[in-house]
Protein backbone atom coordinates (compact mmCIF):
# COMPACT_ATOMS: atom_id res chain seq x y z
CA UNK A 1 0.00 0.00 0.00
CA UNK A 2 1.53 3.12 -1.00
CA UNK A 3 0.90 6.34 0.97
CA UNK A 4 -0.39 9.09 -0.94
CA UNK A 5 0.31 12.79 0.64
CA UNK A 6 -2.56 15.97 0.74
CA UNK A 7 -1.62 18.44 -1.78
CA UNK A 8 -0.96 21.13 0.68
CA UNK A 9 1.99 18.49 2.25
CA UNK A 10 3.87 18.08 -1.09
CA UNK A 11 6.84 21.21 -0.97
CA UNK A 12 6.69 23.87 -3.34
CA UNK A 13 9.15 25.62 -5.10
CA UNK A 14 8.53 29.58 -5.14
CA UNK A 15 8.56 31.33 -8.20
CA UNK A 16 11.95 32.63 -9.13
CA UNK A 17 11.69 36.73 -8.43
CA UNK A 18 11.49 39.06 -11.72
CA UNK A 19 14.84 40.39 -10.66
CA UNK A 20 17.03 37.27 -11.65
CA UNK A 21 15.96 36.57 -15.22
CA UNK A 22 16.75 40.29 -15.83
CA UNK A 23 19.94 40.44 -14.37
CA UNK A 24 20.87 36.82 -15.97
CA UNK A 25 19.39 37.94 -19.38
CA UNK A 26 21.19 41.29 -19.17
CA UNK A 27 24.56 39.53 -18.51
CA UNK A 28 23.79 37.00 -21.37
CA UNK A 29 23.05 39.86 -23.73
CA UNK A 30 26.23 41.95 -22.77
CA UNK A 31 28.30 38.35 -23.28
CA UNK A 32 27.17 37.55 -26.21
CA UNK A 33 27.40 41.19 -28.11
CA UNK A 34 31.00 41.29 -26.64
CA UNK A 35 31.66 37.93 -28.40
CA UNK A 36 29.59 39.09 -31.60
CA UNK A 37 31.97 42.37 -31.72
CA UNK A 38 35.27 40.77 -31.13
CA UNK A 39 35.09 37.28 -32.72
CA UNK A 40 32.49 37.94 -35.09
CA UNK A 41 32.41 41.63 -36.28
CA UNK A 42 36.30 41.11 -35.90
CA UNK A 43 37.24 44.13 -33.94
CA UNK A 44 40.47 44.31 -31.72
CA UNK A 45 39.63 43.57 -27.73
CA UNK A 46 41.58 45.05 -25.20
CA UNK A 47 42.20 43.73 -21.75
CA UNK A 48 39.94 45.39 -20.46
CA UNK A 49 37.00 44.35 -22.94
CA UNK A 50 37.80 40.96 -22.29
CA UNK A 51 38.27 41.40 -18.44
CA UNK A 52 34.54 42.34 -18.83
CA UNK A 53 33.57 39.72 -21.17
CA UNK A 54 34.45 37.31 -18.24
CA UNK A 55 32.74 38.65 -15.64
CA UNK A 56 29.66 38.92 -17.65
CA UNK A 57 30.43 35.28 -18.32
CA UNK A 58 30.42 34.67 -15.12
CA UNK A 59 27.75 37.10 -13.68
CA UNK A 60 25.24 35.08 -16.14
CA UNK A 61 26.61 31.74 -15.11
CA UNK A 62 25.98 32.62 -10.94
CA UNK A 63 22.84 34.32 -11.27
CA UNK A 64 21.42 31.32 -14.10
CA UNK A 65 22.66 28.80 -11.41
CA UNK A 66 20.60 30.66 -8.77
CA UNK A 67 17.54 30.36 -10.92
CA UNK A 68 18.14 27.08 -11.34
CA UNK A 69 18.01 26.14 -8.26
CA UNK A 70 15.90 28.62 -7.15
CA UNK A 71 18.39 30.50 -4.46
CA UNK A 72 17.33 33.79 -4.09
CA UNK A 73 20.82 34.37 -2.02
CA UNK A 74 22.49 34.05 -5.42
CA UNK A 75 22.84 38.17 -5.51
CA UNK A 76 25.87 37.55 -2.80
CA UNK A 77 27.91 35.62 -5.37
CA UNK A 78 27.37 38.09 -7.79
CA UNK A 79 28.51 41.34 -5.41
CA UNK A 80 32.86 40.84 -6.52
CA UNK A 81 32.34 40.37 -10.37
CA UNK A 82 30.02 43.84 -9.96
CA UNK A 83 32.71 45.67 -7.33
CA UNK A 84 35.26 44.49 -10.16
CA UNK A 85 33.21 45.21 -13.13
CA UNK A 86 31.66 48.55 -12.20
CA UNK A 87 34.52 50.61 -12.07
CA UNK A 88 36.32 48.95 -15.18
CA UNK A 89 33.48 49.89 -17.38
CA UNK A 90 33.06 53.62 -15.87
CA UNK A 91 36.73 53.87 -16.78
CA UNK A 92 36.41 53.34 -20.48
CA UNK A 93 33.09 55.12 -20.27
CA UNK A 94 35.41 57.95 -19.04
CA UNK A 95 37.72 57.74 -21.96
CA UNK A 96 35.77 57.17 -24.71
CA UNK A 97 34.01 60.49 -23.31
CA UNK A 98 37.48 61.75 -23.63
CA UNK A 99 37.42 62.31 -19.38
CA UNK A 100 40.33 60.42 -19.00
CA UNK A 101 43.22 61.61 -21.29
CA UNK A 102 45.32 59.16 -23.65
CA UNK A 103 48.27 59.63 -21.09
CA UNK A 104 47.43 58.17 -18.37
CA UNK A 105 44.92 55.14 -19.51
CA UNK A 106 46.39 51.41 -18.92
CA UNK A 107 43.90 49.54 -21.53
CA UNK A 108 47.08 48.09 -23.52
CA UNK A 109 49.88 49.13 -25.79
CA UNK A 110 47.87 49.62 -28.47
CA UNK A 111 44.59 52.46 -27.08
CA UNK A 112 42.34 49.83 -28.36
CA UNK A 113 39.59 50.85 -25.60
CA UNK A 114 39.67 54.19 -27.67
CA UNK A 115 37.88 52.66 -30.81
CA UNK A 116 34.49 53.18 -31.32
CA UNK A 117 33.04 50.59 -32.81
CA UNK A 118 30.10 52.67 -33.26
CA UNK A 119 28.34 55.95 -32.00
CA UNK A 120 25.15 56.31 -31.37
CA UNK A 121 23.63 60.11 -30.83
CA UNK A 122 27.10 60.83 -30.04
CA UNK A 123 27.41 59.56 -26.96
CA UNK A 124 26.19 56.14 -27.47
CA UNK A 125 28.96 52.99 -27.78
CA UNK A 126 30.12 49.84 -27.28
CA UNK A 127 31.50 51.41 -23.73
CA UNK A 128 28.24 52.67 -22.80
CA UNK A 129 26.76 49.71 -23.23
CA UNK A 130 28.94 47.91 -21.34
CA UNK A 131 28.84 50.34 -18.06
CA UNK A 132 24.28 50.08 -18.37
CA UNK A 133 24.81 46.41 -18.36
CA UNK A 134 27.07 46.49 -15.51
CA UNK A 135 24.64 49.02 -13.94
CA UNK A 136 21.46 46.70 -14.80
CA UNK A 137 22.73 43.44 -13.27
CA UNK A 138 23.63 45.33 -10.38
CA UNK A 139 20.36 47.05 -10.17
CA UNK A 140 18.92 43.72 -10.08
CA UNK A 141 21.23 42.03 -7.35
CA UNK A 142 20.14 45.23 -5.06
CA UNK A 143 16.60 44.76 -5.90
CA UNK A 144 16.97 40.63 -5.23
CA UNK A 145 18.96 41.25 -2.03
CA UNK A 146 16.30 43.82 -0.71
CA UNK A 147 13.58 40.98 -1.46
CA UNK A 148 16.03 38.50 0.11
CA UNK A 149 16.42 40.09 3.21
CA UNK A 150 12.87 41.26 3.80
CA UNK A 151 10.76 38.73 6.07
CA UNK A 152 8.21 36.73 4.71
CA UNK A 153 4.61 37.22 6.33
CA UNK A 154 5.01 33.84 7.59
CA UNK A 155 8.51 34.35 8.98
CA UNK A 156 7.02 37.38 10.93
CA UNK A 157 4.27 34.90 12.61
CA UNK A 158 7.08 33.16 14.26
Known amino acids: MSATLHPSAVPTKAAVPASMWVGAGMALA ?4 SVYFFEIAGYQASSLCWLNRMLMLALFLVI ?8 TGAWRYTVPFLVIGLPVALFQQLVH ?17 TTKFFNLFGVISQATLCLV ?26
Not at 64 to 71: A, E, F, L, P, Y
Not at 97 to 113: E, H
Request: hydrophobic share 50%.
Open 64 to 71: GSGIVTRD
Open 97 to 113: WNVIPLGIQQCGTSYVC
Open 30 to 33: AFGA
Open 133 to 158: AFVVVAAAMAALAARDRTPSPAAADR
